[in-house]
């Protein structure tokens, strides 16, 4: 089994969709780094789990529907799209792609999402 295979990714996008930045944040090592669309790096599970908290906060709902899921080395992606609602009722569906450096014990250790969500903040 490589690494990235030992990462339940359908639980992390769970954790994900169900705005749990806990839950989030126990896929992740205390060194974590964590790239969302184009905001500058978080480092560190602790600022990683108080920025996404942040950002559930804003919004009512989270769905992911994941189109594709790989693996290659220690490296997984997923793709598909991700829905957002707001607390005013403003839905935007994107698509997204996540590129999830993990380590052998199945942590992430390099977080990168790529989307283009700007629209939820116009």
């Known amino acids: 089994m490589t690494d990235a295979a030992r990462l339940d990714g359908a639980a992390l996008l769970r954790s994900v969709?169900?705005?749990?930045?806990?839950?989030?944040g126990a896929f992740l090592t205390d060194d974590a780094t964590f790239l969302f669309g184009n905001l500058e790096p978080v480092v560190g599970r602790d600022a990683i789990v108080?920025?996404?908290?942040?950002?559930?906060?804003?919004?009512d709902a989270v769905s992911h529907d994941v189109e594709a899921d790989w693996w290659s080395g220690g490296r997984r992606c997923m793709h598909g799209r991700v829905s957002y609602t707001r607390a005013?009722?403003?839905r935007l569906e994107v698509p997204?792609?996540?590129?999830?450096?993990?380590?052998?014990?199945?942590?992430?250790?390099?977080?990168?999402?790529?989307?283009?969500?700007?629209?939820l903040f116009a």
């Open 17 to 24: 969709d169900a705005q749990d930045a806990a839950a989030f």
């Open 50 to 59: 108080a920025f996404v908290a942040q950002f559930f906060a804003v919004l």
């Open 88 to 90: 005013d009722g403003y």
């Open 96 to 119: 997204f792609a996540n590129v999830l450096d993990v380590t052998a014990e199945g942590r992430v250790s390099c977080y990168r999402v790529f989307i283009d969500n700007s629209a």
